[in-house]
C-alpha cells in the first residue's frame, strides 16, 4: 500500500479522475454515511457533494488528505490534523479513514492506520487522537483492537454528534539486548529501576543497541558500562520479548534479546559506576535467588524470568 497526499489543481480543486475515484469510495459506504448524516442521501452520494464535503475537511489550517493506493487503486482515504483547535489538546488527530467498502476485512483498514501513525511517529509526535461516533460500535471496535483508548465523551465540533474520543501513545521502536548472569548458586544479577510509565521493576543488565552492533556486542557493552565486568561470555539466547515503556521522555516499544552469562557473584565495580547507574536510572541492585523471583511482591522482567532460568538450566544439564 502506497500513501500519497491528495493532489490539488493550480485553483486548489480536486482533479476530476481524483474526484471520481473518490466518490466511488465514499458511495461504496453507504452504511458509514446513513449513520454520519454526512450527505442527505445515503444512497445518492455525488461527487460534487464528496468535493463541497472535503472542501470542508481540509479549509482547517494543518489539515491533510492521504490517498492509500494498492496496485495503482484506490483502496482508502486518511484525513488528519496536525493541531486540535482546542489549544488544550497537545495532539495530532484522525478526522476521518475510509476503506472501500468492496475490501472490507482484508487488511486494509489496519495498513492505512499503521502509515498514519508512522507518519506522525516520524515527525515526532507521540499520540494520535480521534472520535468514533458513539451509534458506532464497529468503528469504536476496530480503533481498540489498534490500541487506541477511550479517554472521554464530547459532540464533534462539526456537527455536534455525540462521539467516544479516543488516543493512543506513538511508541518508537527501540532495539536493545540484556544478560542474564548467573552465579555458581543459579542466582542472578539485578537493577531496580522506577519508569514513569510502568512503575519500579528489577531488571537484567543491558540496554539499547547503539547504530550497527549486534544484540550480543550491546548485551557486553552495558554489561561492562553498568557493572564494570570484562571476563564474561555470553551463552545461548534465553528469551525475546517486548516491553512498553517511557525511556527519558520517550514512549517506546522495545524489543529485547537476553542471553546467559555465568560468572562469580560479586559487586559491580569501577570509578565510573555512579554516573552510569544516574545516567540509566538504576537505583540500586542485588542478587536474586529463584525463590525470590517467584515471590508474589516481586515485579521482575521478562516475566516468568524464574522458568526461564529453570528451562535452561534443565537443558544444560540434560
Known amino acids: ?21 473518490l466518490a466511488a469510495l ?5 452504511e458509514f454515511h446513513a449513520l454520519s448524516g454526512d450527505f442527505p442521501d445515503p444512497d445518492d452520494v455525488r461527487p460534487e ?17 492521504l490517498l492509500a493506493r494498492s496496485e495503482g487503486r484506490l483502496v482508502g482515504v486518511a484525513i488528519t490534523l496536525a493541531r486540535h483547535p482546542d489549544p488544550a489538546d497537545p495532539d495530532p488527530w484522525i478526522g476521518l479513514l475510509m476503506v472501500d467498502a468492496t475490501r472490507h476485512r482484508q487488511g486494509y483498514g489496519r495498513r492505512l492506520a499503521a502509515l498514519v501513525e508512522d507518519r506522525f511517529r516520524a515527525a515526532g509526535r507521540t499520540a494520535l487522537r480521534l472520535a468514533a461516533l458513539d451509534n458506532n460500535p464497529k468503528a469504536l471496535a476496530f480503533w481498540t483492537s489498534l490500541g487506541y483508548e477511550v479517554i472521554g465523551h464530547r459532540p ?17 521502536p527501540r532495539r536493545a539486548a540484556r544478560l542474564a548472569v548467573l552465579d555458581p548458586d543459579g542466582a542472578v544479577f539485578l537493577f531496580r529501576y ?18 550497527g552492533e549486534t544484540p550480543v556486542e550491546g548485551a557486553l557493552r552495558e554489561l561492562r558500562e553498568e557493572t564494570g565486568w570484562t571476563d564474561l561470555e555470553p551463552g545461548p539466547l534465553l528469551h525475546t520479548w517486548e516491553v512498553d515503556y517511557t525511556y527519558g521522555t520517550t514512549p517506546v516499544r522495545q524489543h529485547e534479546d537476553i542471553y546467559v552469562a555465568r560468572g562469580p557473584r560479586r559487586e559491580p565495580t569501577g570509578p565510573h559506576l ?38 535452561f538450566e534443565k537443558g544444560a544439564g540434560s
Open 194 to 211: 522506577d519508569d514513569v510509565e510502568t512503575g519500579g521493576h528489577w531488571s537484567l543488565p543491558g540496554g539499547g543497541l547503539e547504530p
Open 274 to 311: 555512579a554516573a552510569a547507574h544516574a545516567a540509566d536510572g538504576i537505583l540500586e541492585w542485588r542478587w536474586w535467588s529463584r525463590a525470590e523471583l517467584t515471590a508474589p511482591d516481586a515485579t521482575v522482567w521478562p516475566p516468568g524470568l524464574a522458568a526461564l532460568l529453570d528451562a
Open 156 to 172: 464533534d465540533l462539526r456537527l455536534g454528534r455525540p462521539c467516544a474520543v479516543l488516543r493512543k501513545t506513538l511508541r518508537v
Open 49 to 65: 457533494q464528496v468535493a463541497a464535503a472535503l472542501a470542508d475537511e481540509l479549509a482547517d489550517p494543518g489539515a491533510e488528505m
Open 26 to 30: 465514499y458511495t461504496s459506504n453507504r
Open 1 to 21: 500500500m502506497i500513501l500519497t497526499p491528495l493532489p490539488l489543481t493550480a485553483d486548489r480543486d480536486i482533479p476530476a479522475p481524483v474526484l471520481t475515484e
